[in-house]
């Protein structure tokens, strides 16, 4: 399966090779989609990973007992359609095409596994309806 | 040959055939254009794009003791303290206090319509007219006299598109301009577009009623910056801006589905104003005008990231490749994207068309047209 992974790093965790053991141990494909860590390791990171959900669900135990917090996501953003007009802006900012504007009746389509979570769309949106739901 | 009130008879019996600027397009393919003049009686167009040059005239009642305001906040936005003791105008981009370009003027008006209640805080220095020297009230859009719409300009005829040929991101009222030639913006609804439909102002003059934001609106005037003396294509379309339209109607008949504050990131507020105008075919010329089609109306690519002067035309292209999603600069393939949503203009349109054909809404014949000639000027050179 593919999915994302976002792991919450509290200040006290130890200095244990993550990225390293999510590869070789559960055999995952990983590509780092956002990594937002200061020096004693507080902060963030998002993965796109690709592997069987037995490894994926064996990987999560493994963080956790690191006392990381790690939660499968489908998207980092939401969109609120009740404030979306289908401008189409945000499709400027979206370089992977993960929000597209359907040419038939040209509403504002967003196809979460292609979404890389930059959030770049956010601050892009005219009628700020796009927020983060991460963090 | 058709007169207005020819049109109207078949308009309030409920038998006018009616369709929609891009539906146009297509009859005209079909049954050429002499049959087309002969059996459409009117064509709708629409819009619903960002303009900064909006704003709304309020009038609040006197309070008691009178209050002459001089200094007048609307949930933190300063609106205007020039006008008589109880009137205002708050400018769609003028921005919050508190919260800067994320609450502005555009989100004071939209909330009115909303029904949702504001905040008025106002000073004056207390006449003998108008002893009261503070007032401070919770308002909804029922508790006031008048509230209208001022549009000093809507109604682009054309704009050109924006892209951004520097290293770094521009942020502009087309939206950000991502470095690298990386995205192009631009804005309109293309083929629906009023004044696309009616180039040379044949039929949208001063009186014309139309569709603004949901209510019964007018045009009030010639929008400011009125370019109407560009130079033309063979289709009769601005090779730039062209004319531009000033815009009256009711907030109280408005619908928030139809009106909506805007945000660009680093640049402002500005307001989405949703626009339909009818247009009456008098005549086979125009059929020429409505049947023109996105691969027939073109628009320059500029660069933005010349500011001082004239911006460099990096590419002309039509409406229907900026629509396709991607146009190719360079021999660089550059996704595009709007800022004016076609779904908006598309269901305006179509609101419009079923008013229409359902005699509710009929057409009027301008009291003063537009002329074909003026230029706007750049501001006057320092001496």
Redesign the interface.
């Known amino acids: 399966m593919r999915t994302k992974m976002i792991l919450k790093f509290p200040k006290a965790v130890t200095n244990e090779p993550i990225t390293y053991e999510l590869i070789k141990k559960y055999d995952l494909r990983i590509n780092i989609l956002k990594a937002d860590i200061n020096f004693k390791l507080e902060g963030h990171l998002i993965f796109d990973v690709d592997g069987n959900s037995k490894d994926i669900a064996g990987a999560l135990e493994y963080l956790e007992n690191l006392g990381v917090e790690a939660d499968l996501i489908t998207s980092t953003i939401n969109i609120d359609s009740n404030?979306c007009?289908?401008?189409?802006?945000?499709?400027?900012?979206c370089?992977v095409?993960a929000l597209?504007?359907n040419?038939e009746?040209?509403?504002l389509n967003y196809t979460e596994l292609k979404c890389v979570g930059c959030n770049l769309c956010i601050?892009?949106c005219?009628?700020?309806a796009i927020t983060n739901t991460v963090w | 040959m058709k007169t207005y009130s020819e049109i109207n008879e078949k308009i309030k019996a409920g038998k006018a055939v009616v369709v929609t600027a891009e539906e146009v397009v297509e009859i005209v393919k079909k049954i050429g254009k002499k049959k087309a003049a002969e059996q459409i009686d009117v064509v709708t167009t629409a819009t619903f794009g960002p303009m900064c040059s909006s704003g709304a005239f309020l009038n609040f009642g006197h309070a008691s003791p009178a209050i002459r305001m001089e200094s007048i906040t609307l949930n933190g936005v300063p609106a205007s303290g020039g006008l008589a003791a109880v009137d205002t105008y708050i400018g769609a981009t003028e921005e919050s206090k508190e919260e800067g370009y994320e609450y502005g003027g555009a989100h004071v008006i939209c909330d009115l319509i909303a029904g949702k209640t504001i905040k008025l805080k106002a000073t004056g220095k207390g006449t003998d007219c108008y002893p009261r020297k503070e007032v401070e009230r919770e308002l909804t859009l029922e508790d006031l006299n008048e509230a209208y719409i001022y549009n000093p300009r809507n109604c682009y005829q054309n704009y050109a598109a924006a892209c951004n040929m520097s290293n770094r991101t521009l942020y502009t009222y087309m939206g950000p301009l991502l470095p690298n030639l990386s995205t192009v913006t631009y804005s309109t609804s293309g083929t629906l577009s009023p004044l696309l439909n009616d180039p040379y102002y044949k039929t949208i003059g001063v009186g014309t009623k139309i569709f603004l934001a949901g209510a019964e609106g007018f045009v009030a005037w010639r929008g400011t910056q009125f370019n109407s003396g560009a130079q033309r294509d063979e289709n009769g379309i601005p090779l730039g801006t062209g004319g531009t339209l000033a815009l009256i109607g009711d907030m109280k008949q408005m619908d928030p589905n139809f009106i909506a504050p805007a945000v660009y990131e680093k640049y402002g507020t500005s307001l989405f104003v949703g626009v339909g105008i009818p247009i009456p075919i008098l005549n086979e010329e125009m059929i020429d005008h409505v049947s023109v089609g996105n691969d027939q109306i073109y628009t320059n690519i500029l660069d933005y990231s010349v500011s001082d002067g004239p911006k460099p035309v990096v590419k002309r292209v039509s409406y229907a490749e900026l629509q396709s999603g991607s146009v190719e600069i360079n021999n660089k393939v550059v996704r595009t994207a709007p800022l004016a949503s076609l779904k908006k203009a598309r269901e305006i349109a179509n609101i419009l068309k079923d008013k229409i054909e359902k005699g509710e809404f009929t057409i009027t014949e301008p009291v003063q047209f537009f002329d074909t000639t003026s230029i706007t000027k750049p501001m006057k050179k320092e001496d």
């Open positions: 404030k007009v289908s401008c189409g802006l945000c499709t400027s900012a370089a095409k597209h504007l040419r009746d040209w509403s601050s892009t005219p009628t700020r």
